[in-house]
């Protein structure tokens, strides 16, 4: 193809014609400016907001990319007058094919985050959206192929292993960026499959440098709430009913932990699904969540049960002598394993219809159990009945979150394997 690129001296539009070269297309940049590009790449001096200057670089070309962002100096109307320009030397020239950025704040409040939504509503905000929202308008009516990228926040990061995430439904947050060399294969995408008229949005799906901070973060955080949480109701049923004697107090504790479980199982679904639906866009969050919390509930069942219901305190109030600590990190390294198998095949039901194979999932599931549990029971046994409940909880929490940095380990390399297995 014959590409012309308008804004090619900006950093964005640098990479634009880089990467055209790069795929072999014939390139023919505008710029007020003189530009250094490779010389095979023809440079016309003119202004974007000149028809004529415009209809002169589009002649010969199949299709227009248009890099022109908000820069110091630009007239405050830039964007209202670029439309009819680009309408006009498009029909002249017999041009069809448009690809253009805007920005995220253009789309509807429902597509933003809090940060995003306050922003719009500053009034100097609110009149350069309103300008680029009649540059959006005049080209989305003109009956030309347009495509409209809206990204958020732009970076120098470099590109995404995966290459830019591309949709037109979408909640862009302040977490949310896009990668200049992101935005440029997106810019170049779009003229090349053509036919797509409306907006999109665009941002950078994970890289790994990014994705292991968030991923270690998520369900580090995940696991520390969820043990704090139960380390807290256990101390709370100690001062309320102490050892449980009769069924009703008996039944308390259970279905208090019963509860602390299903929460447990929320925080990790809720922290492993935002990060998994970046790296898998089609996967349910919610399906995913319910997936986790259900085998976490029946976990903490199976758990609790012996000693809720089945083993009576001493007779002389003294502390009954149990197996010994290895042995009781191994059994538990065991129940890991096999409650990681039923999380990880769950969240496997989830999974399918996004993914092609999920194998390496669950069994990533079941490893990283068998490592992380026995760290969760080790923090609820070092306190003793003397131990103040403030400690007991920090104890708690402390090997919790190590147990989610731990089996975040094998679950992340899992992860970024399901994302070459999509569907």
Partial sequence: MRLAVLGAGGRTGRLVVALARARGHAVVALSRKPLVVPEEVEVQQGDALDVEAVTRLLRGCDAVVCAIGPTPGAPKDQDSRLAPVLIEAMRA??????ALITGAMQAEPKHLGAFYRRVTQAESVRVFLDDRRQLEQHLLASGLEVTILRPPRLSARGPSLDGPEV???????LLDSCSREDLAR????????????????????????????AWLLRCGLAEFLGITLAA?????????????????????????????????????????GTLLKRLVPSLPLG??????????????????????????????????????????????????????ALIGAAQALA??????????????????????LPLDLLGAT??????????????????????????AVPTGLAALGL?????
């Fill in 186 to 213: 997106a810019l170049l995408d779009a003229v090349e499959a053509g036919a797509r008229t409306g907006p999109v949005f665009v941002r950078s799906s994970p890289r790994d440098g990014a994705f292991w901070p």
């Fill in 287 to 340: 399906t995913f969540v319910g997936a986790t919390m259900l085998p976490a509930v029946l976990a903490w069942a199976v758990g609790m049960a012996p000693s809720t219901f089945f083993v009576e305190p001493s007779a002389t109030g003294a502390p009954m002598e149990g197996p010994s600590t290895w042995l009781v990190l191994l059994v538990s390294a065991a129940g890991g394993a096999v409650g990681g």
């Fill in 382 to 407: 070092l306190p003793d009945a003397a131990t103040p409940g403030w400690l007991i909880a920090s104890s708690a929490g402390g090997f919790g979150l190590l147990a989610g940095l731990t089996f």
């Fill in 232 to 272: 807290v109701a256990a101390v709370g049923l100690n001062r309320l009913v102490g050892e449980p004697d009769s069924t009703m107090e008996r039944w308390l504790v259970y279905t208090s932990f019963l509860l602390t479980g299903a929460a447990e199982g929320a925080f990790i679904g809720l922290g492993q």
């Fill in 93 to 98: 020239s017999g041009l069809r094919r448009l």
């Fill in 351 to 372: 999974l399918r219809r996004s993914v092609e194979s999920v194998k390496g999932w669950v069994l990533a599931t079941v490893l990283g159990w068998a490592l992380a």
């Fill in 419 to 423: 994302r070459r297995r999509r569907q």
């Fill in 167 to 173: 949709t037109d439904d979408a909640r862009i947050t």
